[in-house]
């Protein structure tokens, strides 16, 4: 993957690419790289005398130089969202001298097309850290907890020999009872981090600071309901989704875009982004 990442990276200092590439660009750079841009359905006469035709039938594109003179072809009926991603494909096997100059027709193997797969994808979507918000916000509400619960341990041991007048909560109204709302809040906290705590996580258990101060009879129900929704919306990478043979986008499998197409596969999200697909803009 580092041999590919260093290409793209190289490819985008010559040709002066400022964030991902527009059709134009992608054209561009197949012209000043040598190469002249045709479709299998103008070029049927050529495609039999370079001995392409049954490629042109396999391959959405195809890339071959015969003496001074370098071509690369594609299925001009393709869709334009699938265009972009093809062109890049056929970037990377010239990028990458996957084009046997001795015998004038590219390595057709998995591992070249796998690698200019990967090439297209780096150069078209490039890789962003992810961060799950749920993971994110267990570490941040432990590490408030701890702080709040450190205060008032420390505060308890300070006033401990103080003789203390016990204390009476009203539950109603809730709004009246002012000299309490720092506990309320820190009570509320822990209820939120006990829920969450509930489903794996990658951040260790912590033991909570036990709290002398008397809750009220009757708590607020919605806000650990409101927590497990939350988490459970966000971790839910299970839907299966279908891939095409050339395409480079997940679709649901109702998508307009997968009427009469063959050869399709079948994926959890999790697995299909795993793999360098994208998205369908049609139906997500």
Same mark, same amino acid.
């Given at each position: 993957?580092?041999k ?8 985008k ?17 197949i /012209?000043?790289?040598?190469? &002249?841009?045709?479709?299998?359905e /103008? ?6 005398e ?8 396999h ?5 071959? &130089? ?5 071509y ?12 972009p ?25 998995d591992?070249?097309?796998? *690698? ?18 749920? /993971? #994110?916000?267990? !570490? ?9 619960? $450190? ?9 401990? /020999?103080i003789?203390?007048?016990? &204390?009476? $909560? ?7 009872i ?7 809040f ?17 951040? !260790?258990?912590? *033991? ?9 009879? *009757?708590?607020?129900?919605?806000q ?26 997940y ?20 697995? #299909? ?12």
């Open positions: 993957m580092k590919i990442d260093l290409s793209v990276k190289q490819l200092e010559e040709f002066k690419l400022k964030g991902v590439p527009g059709l134009r660009d992608i054209k561009n750079i /012209s000043k790289m040598g190469y &002249t841009l045709l479709t299998y /103008s070029s049927e006469d050529l495609l039999k370079l001995k392409l035709t049954e490629q042109a039938k391959y959405p594109s195809v890339s071959c &130089t015969k003496g001074k003179k370098s690369t072809f594609y299925r001009g009926a393709v869709h334009s969202d699938d265009l991603f093809i062109l890049c494909h056929e970037i990377g096997h010239i990028y990458m001298n996957h084009i046997n100059y001795t015998s004038g027709y590219r390595d057709t193997s591992h070249k097309e796998e *690698e200019a797969n990967v090439f297209a994808t780096r150069l078209l979507y490039p890789q962003t850290q992810k961060s799950s918000k749920a /993971s #994110a916000l267990l !570490p941040l509400l432990l590490l408030f907890t701890f702080t709040i619960g $450190y205060l008032l341990n420390t505060n308890a041991v300070n006033t401990d /020999s003789p203390q007048e016990p &204390t009476t $909560y009203a539950v109603e109204p809730l709004a009246e002012k000299t309490n709302e720092d506990a309320d820190l009570n509320e906290l822990i209820i939120k981090v006990e829920t969450a705590s509930e489903k794996p996580s990658a951040s !260790p258990k912590a *033991e909570i600071p036990s709290q002398s101060t008397q809750m009220p009879e *009757e708590q607020p129900a919605s650990p309901t409101i927590v497990r929704e939350v988490t459970a919306d966000i971790l839910d990478t299970t839907e299966q989704v279908v891939v095409t043979r050339t395409g480079r986008k679709h649901k499998p109702t998508c307009s875009y997968l009427k009469n197409k063959t050869g399709t596969t079948t994926y959890t999200i999790t697995e #299909a982004e795993s793999n360098y697909y994208a998205p369908c803009s049609r139906c997500f």
